[in-house]
């Protein structure tokens, strides 16, 4: 039975019984789930419906879900039976069947499903443990003697092996694994399942959730009891493929292959070395392709350093060990992409991104690698001559902090050679690092316990907010409850809401709430999201709010509209970065208020002027548009076959909320927030800073609307002030900056070598006062003395002066050779008179050439006797193009 049977296999028997089969979550949890980087069991994504903090969409639920675990990195290789990835098989009930049913739908699917020889099936159960005061579990004894096991087979494990336990307190329960028995050739006839052997492999685990441990080790009776079941999809396709090891099954056996074939080198083949570097390559090629296609990008914390560490590892076995070619990885990504992609779509839609980021870090490391395994390769050759047992801290610290090189791998590579590292010390080290890091911060410490007060107040209210800011910014309701928080502010669940909850990035709205017979009033100060409910939090300035009262509540009408116009800019921006940078583009983070838009995204390096020019017009010419914008409520499905952008991570229901712009094709995204109805209300949108936000992570801060015209205005008041100061017209400023740099960098050239400045001897107020009035413009076309280091300079100096309706042209003879140089300005520009083509056409007369820009050019030539001619043609050519 293949993989893929296997999963189908599974999953039709439960949809058969009443099970809702869910399509497998993100490897990224949701984002009020801190409690780990990675989803790392099938339950993991269903943890809020177990703690009834959302309601599930079925009571019974069957999944297949991709997990990474991250304590088994190291054991990668090093065994044929440790993954990092690995697909997990689940059958859930929220409070519907329990143990009887469960325990007949594993023996049934065991045995009928997967063709398991039921002789060959054992079962352990729990014992008992005296300190919970349990006995032992004689319900799933006597529900196993029920379905046909015989006694025998039934072993009793203790609370380590046998008692689910969600930490040291909360939902816990005893729980029931199957395991097979691979015959005596595994092992001996003293082998028991639970011990370390061979012969026995457990290929399922039934949890059942039916006490609360409150305080520690006193259970009590949950009031709904739980499934949670777990089979490991591919440690079952090894037992039905009779492989020895997953590495062998039909989703990692090409992968090897892919390796042999690449290297030359053979599995299994005696070269142990070899067989750690091909299984450490199929597993971590699966891994970081799945992780990267989540929205995972590699960096150095977090979930990202996760993935920066198993690319690291495999890169490293890859060039070191099997010495392959670069650009290996993206060859493994699309072996995993034939095996797997037609289940996870996923891998499919972004491989270009995968591919992407897999080729960025195998070069970027390949660098870091090559010089970090010298220096590491001279600190232990220098520790063998030393006698040292370990490489010290310091130097593995150096290695990390300066020169890029893991910690783990500096680990890895010192065991080779007999050598340790001081972890502990360089964790010290580290840790010092990290407190120097910290020393800025303090802010918003009291933000958790706030939150932590919301929502508990909101648990106690009885009752969920029904939020209407997406079609009233004022409105009549009723204060359902009141409380107050350690900060002293009054915490009110209203009835019926106007505020917009901190969410989605955009922060919340400001406003006010006020009594209908205005005995009381209030000013919100934050309104706390509580999962699909909120909290408004207010600094009462009048009277008292009490449960009950009628009131009027009111939202702050412009701060909400900057805050929708930035949210807006917010999504035609990321879709600008998308059109011009790539669908690698993805968003890391956001913020958006009345003030200011902040988006964090995903790419390797720094943006261009070019494409930061590129990526705020195509913004701009969208604003101008007038596009409508949209907010349709579909599925989940459906927003994904029209291509909705969502956040990873986030984790979404069936039913969701979906914002468009125009007719959708550059923009359409999965978002909760406030929106503008038409992009026009934007009016502007102008980046003021492009920035790194943390490896492969950069971010832009843009403002919109007012915010941006007041920033377009203080640009305009800077320019008319510095033209002010610098006496020449606001389109000249810049010219005559440059001008007046060249001058300084001149002077202070000739003032260290004890010489005069180029054009310092010309009398510029006699040229200027020599002007002539041509088509309405102020023209210099002169014939001057010679100037050191030519009369460039000296030209947009006297363009500058004469204004922004200006063009010179000056001519002088020294050393048997003409100098000409010419200065227009931009105006001028427009109406055809340009800089090169005039001293080009100048120079062709004194036997010579040049040319240049059109606001500024210099040429020169041989035929001193010319330079009359030369000038007049210019003046000829200048007040041809005025006139036209």
């Not at 058969?16 to 089969?21: A, D």
């Not at 970027?364 to 690698?369: E, V």
């Not at 102020?778 to 922004?804: I, N, Y």
Request: hydrophobic share 45%; net charge negative; aromatic share 6%.
């Amino acid at each position: 039975m293949t993989s893929d049977e296997i999963r189908l296999t599974f999953t039709s028997f439960f949809e058969e019984r009443g099970h809702l089969l869910v399509p497998g979550a993100s490897l990224i949890p949701p984002a009020w789930d801190t409690s780990a980087l990675l989803i790392s069991a099938g339950m993991h994504p269903l943890k809020a419906y177990f703690a009834g903090r959302e309601t599930p969409p079925h009571l019974r639920l069957t999944t297949c879900q991709p997990s990474f675990r991250t304590v088994d990195i190291e054991n990668v290789g090093v065994t044929a039976r440790h993954l990092t990835l690995f697909e997990m098989l689940g059958n859930f009930s929220f409070g519907d069947y329990f143990k009887r049913e469960a325990i007949r739908f594993a023996w049934d699917l065991s045995r009928e499903g997967f063709g398991l020889n039921a002789d060959d099936i054992w079962v352990t159960v729990f014992s008992g443990d005296e300190a919970l005061g349990l006995g032992p579990d004689q319900e799933a004894i006597d529900l196993w003697l029920e379905v046909g096991m015989p006694r025998e087979r039934i072993i009793e494990l203790p609370r380590e092996e046998n008692f689910w336990e969600s930490g040291v307190t909360g939902p816990c329960g005893p729980d029931s694994e199957l395991y097979l028995d691979r015959g005596l050739e595994f092992g001996s006839a003293d082998d028991l399942p639970g011990g370390e052997n061979a012969r026995f492999l457990e290929f399922w685990n039934l949890v059942f959730m039916q006490f609360d441990q409150d305080p520690a080790n006193v259970v009590t009776p949950l009031p709904a009891q739980n499934i949670d079941t777990g089979m490991g999809l591919n440690r079952m396709a090894a037992i039905l493929q009779g492989k020895e090891t997953v590495f062998e099954t039909d989703q990692f056996a090409p992968l090897i292959s892919l390796g042999e074939v690449l290297s030359g080198a053979r599995y299994e083949n005696g070269v142990p070395a070899d067989d750690r570097a091909l299984r450490v390559l199929a597993d971590h090629t699966r891994a970081m392709s799945f992780m990267i296609a989540d929205g995972i990008v590699p960096s150095n914390e977090g979930r990202g350093y996760v993935l920066r560490r198993i690319m690291r590892r495999a890169i490293l076995q890859g060039r070191q060990t099997l010495h392959l070619e670069p650009g290996f990885l993206v060859k493994y990504q699309a072996t995993v992409n034939e095996l797997m992609g037609h289940e996870y779509r996923q891998l499919i839609d972004q491989q270009e991104t995968v591919a992407k980021w897999l080729a960025g870090e195998e070069e970027s490391f390949g660098r870091t690698l090559e010089h970090g395994s010298r220096l590491l390769d001279e600190l232990v050759v220098e520790a063998l001559e030393n006698g040292a047992g370990a490489i010290s801290a310091d130097d593995a610290f150096l290695l990390h902090d300066t020169h890029g090189f893991p910690v783990d791998l500096t680990a890895e590579l010192a065991a080779e050679r007999g050598l340790g590292v001081d972890l502990p010390g360089f964790e010290v080290l580290m840790e010092e690092q990290r407190d120097r890091a910290r020393e800025s911060g303090g802010r918003g410490l009291g933000a958790a316990a706030a939150k932590s007060a919301a929502a508990s107040f909101a648990g106690e209210a009885g009752f969920k907010t029904d939020f209407q800011g997406y079609f009233a910014t004022a409105l009549e309701t009723t204060v359902g409850a009141v409380s107050s928080d350690d900060e002293g502010r009054v915490l009110a669940k209203l009835v019926e809401s106007p505020f917009y909850a901190t969410g989605g990035g955009q922060i919340h709205d400001s406003g006010s709430v006020e009594c209908f017979d205005g005995d009381c009033a209030a000013r919100v100060v934050d309104v706390v999201r509580v999962g699909d409910d909120q909290v408004v939090a207010l600094e009462v300035s009048k009277g008292t709010l009490a449960a009950g009262e009628r009131v009027r509540a009111v939202v702050d009408w412009g701060a909400r509209h900057a805050t929708e116009c930035n949210h807006t800019a917010t999504h035609l921006l990321q879709a600008a970065l998308r059109a011009r940078l790539g669908a690698h583009v993805r968003q890391e983070g956001s913020y958006v208020g009345p003030d200011k838009l902040r988006f964090d995204f995903s790419h390797a390096g720094k943006l261009t002027a070019e494409e930061l020019a590129d990526v705020e017009d195509m913004v701009n010419a969208w604003i101008l548009a007038a596009y409508p914008v949209r907010a349709l409520t579909t599925t989940l499905d459906e927003a994904r076959a029209l291509g909705a952008m969502a956040l990873f991570g986030e984790k979404y229901g069936e039913i969701v909320r979906m914002v468009e712009v125009g007719d959708g094709s550059f923009s359409r995204e999965l978002c909760g927030g406030t929106h503008v109805r038409s992009t026009a209300e934007i009016a502007a949108f102008k980046i003021v800073s492009e920035t790194s936000n943390a490896a492969n992570v950069r971010r832009i801060e843009a403002l919109t609307g007012p915010g941006c015209v007041e920033l377009l205005r203080a640009h305009d008041r800077f320019v008319v002030d510095a033209a002010g100061e610098l006496r020449v017209a606001p389109d000249a400023v810049a010219d005559e900056v440059r001008a007046l740099r060249a001058k300084v960098k001149t002077l202070e050239k000739a003032a260290k070598s004890g010489g005069a400045a180029p054009g310092s001897g010309l009398d510029l107020d006699a040229l200027i006062a020599g002007a002539e009035s041509v088509g309405g413009a102020s023209v210099v076309v002169k014939s001057t003395e010679w100037v050191d280091g030519g009369l460039f300079d000296a030209v947009a100096r006297l363009q500058a002066k004469l204004g922004p309706e200006s063009v010179v042209v000056l001519g002088a003879v020294g050393g048997g050779k003409v100098d000409l140089a010419a200065a227009v300005a931009p105006a001028l520009v427009a109406r055809g008179v340009r800089a090169g083509e005039i001293v080009k056409l100048a120079a062709a007369l004194v036997g010579g050439g040049g040319g240049g820009r059109d606001t500024h050019a210099r040429a020169g030539g041989k035929d001193v006797a010319a330079l009359p001619d030369a000038l007049a043609a210019a003046r000829s050519a200048i007040a041809a193009a005025l006139a036209g």
